[in-house]
Every structure is written in structure tokens, then in C-alpha cells.
């Protein structure tokens, strides 16, 4: 759910953004930790598993190139804003995670080899805000993924001088 109630926006002015997401918890959030821990206990056992750390788990996936044939995409819940239309630049406060197959490395890309998942914040809520360059009308895209569903939202703001 995307609530936003329209103010004077000015250009250097950064605008607030508060969006509540929830989740269903349908896929289940997975990622590199939690497939190395099953796959550890799975071929060793619990001898195995107990000797194996989330630091060396992460250590050694950043040492090994990615071994994956096809795209595939990372399960867990973030939201991200982007800029849809508008005259000019927009900067968001953190860098937003990118909502396209982009497969690199260093890529914040759920598509990434070596994404993770953002925490989840405890009320659900994210907090941004946004910058504008270039007074006009702007469209900002906001979308909520699990890696199974997504949802958009869109907001129009208006940007003088």
C-alpha cells in the first residue's frame, strides 16, 4: 500500500517517502546462507552443519565465480522507487535495489550473483526520500517483490523552482 498526500515540491528539496509493505511469506525467503545450510546438512549431516558459519558461507561465495546456466532470482522481500517519467534527475537517499535482470556481480539486483535480500524492516515500513533536479512533473514508480509476486504503485509529483 502506497499512501502519499501531494505538497509543495521544491527542486533540492528532498520529498519523504513512507511505504508499508507486507508479505505473505509465499516464497519463502531464500538466499545463499540458507541453501549452503541445507545442502550442508543434507550431504553431513548435523556434524556439518555445526561447523559451518554464516561468515564462511559468505566468504567462500564471494571467492567462487557464479556457476548458474540460466537467470535466476534471489526470494525475499524488498521495495524499491524509481523514476518512471520525468524532465530531470532524481536522487533517492540509499541506492535502491534495481527491479531488472541485471545479472552482474556487483550488481543490487535480486538477478545479481551475489545479492542479498535486504532485512525487512519490523513494521513493514520503508522510508526513502527523493531529490529533483529540474522543476516539471515527475512519475515515480514504486514496486514491492518476493521473487514469486510484485506490486506497483505510482505517484505523481509536481516540482517548482
Do not use: H
Request: net charge negative; charged share 20%.
Amino acid at each position: 500500500m502506497v499512501t502519499f498526500s501531494p505538497c509543495p515540491v521544491r527542486v533540492g528539496q528532498p520529498l519523504s517517502l513512507t511505504t508499508v509493505v507486507t508479505d505473505d511469506g509465499i516464497p519463502e525467503p531464500t538466499g545463499s546462507v540458507q541453501e549452503a545450510r541445507r545442502f550442508a546438512e543434507f550431504t553431513g549431516g548435523a556434524e556439518a552443519l555445526a561447523n559451518l558459519t554464516d561468515e564462511l558461507i559468505l566468504t567462500q561465495r564471494q571467492l567462487r565465480p557464479p556457476i548458474r546456466a540460466t537467470v535466476g532470482k534471489v526470494n525475499g522481500l524488498y521495495f524499491s522507487w524509481n523514476k518512471y517519467r520525468g524532465p530531470g534527475q532524481v536522487k533517492f537517499n540509499k541506492p535502491q535495489v534495481k527491479v531488472w535482470e541485471d545479472t552482474r556481480t556487483s550488481a543490487n539486483s535480486p538477478w545479481g550473483a551475489l545479492f542479498l535480500a535486504p532485512e525487512v524492516p519490523e513494521d513493514g515500513a520503508y522510508y526513502s526520500t527523493v531529490t529533483f533536479d529540474t522543476p516539471g512533473t515527475y512519475v515515480l514508480w514504486g514496486r514491492a517483490d518476493d521473487g514469486g509476486l510484485y506490486d506497483d504503485a505510482y505517484i505523481t509529483v509536481n516540482v517548482r523552482q
